[in-house]
């Protein structure tokens, strides 16, 4: 017989995301965050692999980061409009962990389920930020998908990619609540 766990359960039906640019100090030091990066790494991880790693960032690299960006954009084309969201993303934050994909080399194990693992990870920081009482949110963005901007932001190497930014703060003001996708819409029950 299952050993219900309530508590965990509610969490997980009504958690939330909170929106990176309503993250303010403070957020959390490094003993802090560590129970949380313990959490997310005992993600499901098939054979054993650890496709991730965690590069935490604080508020000098994030601004680093965010001084990138314009020649980012420009490189790739990008409106004003989006340069100046991404540069947000950095340029406002206190904390993020970039989550790392790292793909290991595997007769056994698909890239794609590296992959999987890889935001697994992020969900897991996510959600055990926000259960510790934090206020946080996984974003990525057109930037963390380009080569050049991994390697000069993170000093990432191939077969390095970047999975997801974990923010993570004290909750500056409550999001409203959004919608949520409709059970019966995206269920099938198979019996036979």
């Not at 508590?7 to 490094?30: D, H, I, M």
Request: with cysteine.
């Amino acid at each position: 017989m299952p050993v219900p766990n309530p508590a965990a359960l509610e969490f997980l039906q009504t958690r939330r995301s909170r929106p990176a640019k309503t993250l303010v100090l403070p957020v959390p030091g490094r003993a802090e965050l560590r129970p949380l990066l313990t959490a997310a790494a005992r993600s499901p991880d098939h054979g054993k692999l650890e496709p991730w790693r965690f590069i935490v960032l604080e508020r000098g690299a994030l601004l680093r980061i965010a001084g990138l960006i314009e020649g980012v954009g420009a490189r790739l084309g990008k409106s004003p409009e989006d340069i100046a969201k991404a540069q947000g993303q950095f340029g406002t934050a206190h904390l993020a962990v970039a989550v790392i994909e790292v793909q290991k080399p595997s007769e056994k194990i698909p890239a794609i389920e590296q992959t999987y693992a890889a935001g697994g990870v992020c969900l897991a920081l996510l959600n055990a930020a926000l259960a510790a009482g934090w206020g946080a949110n996984w974003l990525s963005g057109w930037a963390s998908h380009d080569r050049d901007f991994a390697e000069a932001a993170l000093g990432l190497t191939s077969p390095e990619r970047i999975a997801g930014f974990i923010h993570i703060g004290t909750e500056g003001s409550a999001p409203p609540e959004r919608p949520r996708p409709d059970l019966d819409q995206i269920t099938t029950w198979v019996s036979a």
